[in-house]
């Protein structure tokens, strides 16, 4: 292949119109030809640029409502012919061909059509055909042409011919072609996911996944291991599109853990009250509601102070200058929330380490979207957990039905459990955590460690007793045996909430009776792996 290819004609049709004038004046200037389409050849004659129509071109005029202008040999036989190839040149040159050696295109705003609630018909026109096509046959002979996608990349390409001379390079286009490729095999994920959804189809037989490049991290998991992070372009409030205030750049872990957190603290809305969660690999170490905010940290950080250092603390309201000084206390990697005031601010910039995010808003628990887990040779896929359990949907299956402040804790500690990993307990009192234990291989040891955990907080609190006497308990999934369920007595739980559905359920109901627990089941589990 040929290193160095001059650009002597280029073609201009994009959706986006951003940056358009200023490469068209930049290339004209370089005495390159400008070709476009439509609203692209009347943004740049009102700049006072010099274009050529495509339909000048092709011999035909635009059709079909513009569904018909660059489908069309004068332009695909322009981008597509091999310069070195004499058929190619002989056929150009018989049918009066012209090569286009730089193509800029962005396309259809399809995903946006779809983002705003469009309906069927809309989204449908606005899926672009000639576009990707021309992009595709581009990027394939990017030996001889440049394909532009992104707006991006418009500096990028005028550097490149300014460091050559009018050329750029065959690394160049080939950059230019796989990012190309990229795009057009987003835009057709998005549009194959789009139509699976509007019909009904929940298990389409080809899935596609799509994502643009956010950032790229230090590291993985460990250091030895490279990443990256991708956005999908939802708008849904979260990390991914959070407005990052200070602290050096969030890591791979950061990321994973903040989601986490941030996805938790969104169970609780605000006009419920202040809610405060702190995560730890993944997984809560402290969640607690309180009359103010500064409350509900305290309450959250008193679950586990030895895990919550170098935490995330998520926050389901406006952070607060109180707050802020209560949470400086210790070293936390990552603050949430939907907001935060200027003094609040101004205090963590004491703390150059520590990153403040905010979202704007809280993320819907109950809207529905999609899981993935790669594993080896595939993809698992599934919808995320939105399940919802009202006090309306609980049974009691006790002697002893559960009193109304027991019945607000079971609720809290079953959202909590909802995000730890399995085999997950969770002891909460008053409206916080105080013992969770998370990922073990049998609920008995789950139970066991969190007794332990709140046990030894007693002592660092300088408590007559752990907390968890007097707690009622969480069980994400149900009791196989008593022995988890009897362990939880044991560390003080007067209340069990649990799905149930167990061979054992009336061995477990039993023994809850004579240890004279009330206990309710939801019908409902929440493995999380």
């Known amino acids: 292949m040929t290193d160095l290819i001059p650009v002597r004609r280029a073609l201009l049709s994009v959706s986006d119109k951003t940056g358009l004038v200023d490469l068209g004046r930049a290339l004209s200037a370089q005495e390159i030809e400008l070709l476009s389409t439509g609203g692209s050849a009347k943004t740049l004659r009102e700049a006072g640029l010099e274009v050529r129509d495509v339909a000048d071109v092709t011999g035909f005029p635009e059709m079909m409502d513009g569904r018909v202008k660059t489908l069309h040999p004068a332009v695909h036989g322009g981008l597509l012919a091999l310069r070195d190839n004499a058929d190619h040149v002989s056929a150009m040159q018989a049918h009066g061909i012209g090569g286009i050696d730089l193509l800029v295109v962005n396309l259809y705003p399809f995903e946006d059509t779809v983002a705003k609630g469009s309906d069927y018909d809309t989204c449908i026109e606005n899926i672009d055909i000639g576009g990707p096509a021309m992009i595709r046959a581009a990027a394939k002979n990017h030996a001889f042409v440049n394909v532009v996608v992104d707006v991006e990349d418009y500096d990028v390409l005028l550097a490149e011919l300014a460091a050559h001379d009018g050329n750029t390079t065959l690394a160049f286009r080939q950059r230019l072609a796989q990012i190309a490729y990229a795009r057009t095999g987003a835009y057709d994920a998005a549009v194959s996911t789009w139509m699976a959804g509007a019909l009904g189809e929940t298990v389409p037989r080809r899935r596609v996944f799509a994502g643009g490049l956010a950032q790229t991290l230090r590291y993985g998991e460990n250091p030895h291991q490279q990443a990256a992070f991708y956005t999908d372009g939802s708008a849904r409030p979260g990390v991914a599109t959070a407005k990052q205030h200070q602290g050096k750049e969030l890591s791979y872990n950061n990321i994973n853990d903040t989601d986490a957190a941030f996805e938790l603290v969104s169970e609780f809305a605000p ?250 089941m939801t019908g409902m589990r929440h493995f999380r792996h």
């Open 271 to 520: 006009e419920g009250g202040p809610a405060c969660v702190i995560i730890k690999h993944a997984n809560p170490c402290g969640a607690a509601r309180g009359a103010t905010l500064k409350d509900a940290y305290q309450k959250a950080f008193d679950c586990d102070r030895t895990s919550a250092f170098g935490g995330i603390v998520a926050l389901n309201q406006f952070l607060d200058a109180e707050t802020a000084r209560e949470i400086t206390g210790i070293f936390t990697e990552v603050v949430i929330a939907p907001g935060a005031d200027a003094a609040a601010v101004r205090i963590f910039e004491e703390k150059k380490n520590l990153r403040l995010l905010t979202t704007g808003a809280l993320a819907d628990p109950r809207a529905a979207g999609l899981a993935f887990k790669q594993v080896s040779g595939g993809m698992l896929v599934q919808d995320k957990d939105t399940g919802y359990v009202a006090p309306a949907d609980m049974r009691v299956v006790t002697k002893r039905v559960p009193s109304d402040a027991e019945m607000a804790d079971l609720l809290f500690a079953w959202t909590i459990a909802k995000h730890v990993k399995s085999n997950a307990i969770v002891y909460v009192k008053e409206g916080a955590t105080v013992g969770v234990g998370a990922g073990q291989m049998s609920r008995l040891d789950s139970a066991l460690i969190a007794a332990k955990k709140a046990e030894r907080m007693a002592e660092a609190l300088g408590l007559s007793a752990p907390l968890t006497r007097g707690s009622a308990v969480a069980s994400d999934a149900f009791f196989p045996f008593a022995d988890g369920l009897m362990e939880a007595a044991a560390a003080g739980a007067t209340a069990v909430i649990q799905p149930g559905g167990s061979m054992r359920d009336d061995e477990v109901i039993a023994a809850a009776d004579k240890a004279g627990l009330a206990m309710v």
